[in-house]
């Protein structure tokens, strides 16, 4: 079965900084990666979704992702920290059987 | 993606108590699913709501503290029973295929005292 580390339970950053959010997965690659977000008091939401078809995926809002086979990592990135991006964010992977989430990393942002 | 809404979106229950949660989606799907999400951890799949047959469980989930009905392919409600505190957390349906990407409602946030 897959798992996934998520480096780092909580991320602070400034307004305008960059954001990098970390995600390893297990050896074998999955099929498909997400990245989803979930605000305060909400559900969660996808951000991303990697299918093989390229290696960097763009989401919303600005979020985009790396898949890194070779470290098997597939670590979130927005150039510029947004007040608004503050949630926390969870790495996900499938493999044949479910979705496998991160233990999730809350961002936090400073003005 | 599909619209999803819960009932309760939160509730204070005392121990030993039942409550049943609801779920509605806008269209028809095929699979419905729910997860716990505990304080301060990720999301765990406690099982698999299906049309017509019994919901399929994930190791560590039964069916006598989890109850879950799925009477057509809108709508479904997990039951948590006999609760404790150990049961406060986020309850999340979702929707979507098994392995591939889930559209999720808002989430039941559930207290137990």
């Known amino acids: 079965a897959q798992s996934v580390t998520q480096l780092g339970s909580h991320v602070s950053v400034s307004e305008g900084a960059l954001v990098l959010l970390r995600c390893n997965y297990s050896s074998s690659v999955p099929p498909y990666l997400f990245w989803y977000v979930q605000y305060p008091n909400q559900g969660l939401q996808l951000l991303l979704k990697y299918t093989s078809a390229a290696t960097l995926v763009k989401g919303i809002n600005g979020f985009e992702a790396e898949f890194k086979k070779s470290e098997t990592s597939f670590h979130l990135t927005k150039p510029s920290a947004h007040m608004s991006d503050a949630a926390e964010y969870f790495c996900a992977v499938s493999d044949r059987n479910m979705l496998t989430f991160g233990g999730g990393t809350r961002l936090m942002v400073k003005p | 993606s599909a619209v999803i809404s819960q009932k309760p979106s939160r509730d204070i229950c005392q121990r030993g108590t039942s409550l049943t949660i609801q779920c509605q989606v806008d269209s028809q799907v095929t699979m419905m699913f729910w997860y716990r999400q505990q304080p301060g951890q990720s999301l765990t799949l406690i099982a698999t709501?299906?049309?017509?047959?019994?919901?399929?469980?994930e190791s560590g989930f039964v069916i006598d503290k989890f109850p879950i009905s799925r009477p057509n392919l809108t709508f479904s409600t997990l039951t948590v029973s006999n609760m404790s505190p150990e049961d406060s957390s986020i309850y999340l349906c979702?929707?979507?295929?098994?392995?591939?990407?889930?559209?999720f409602g808002p989430g039941t946030r559930l207290t137990v005292l």
């Open positions: 979702s929707v979507g295929p098994r392995t591939d990407t889930q559209y």
């Open positions: 709501a299906n049309q017509g047959s019994e919901a399929t469980y």
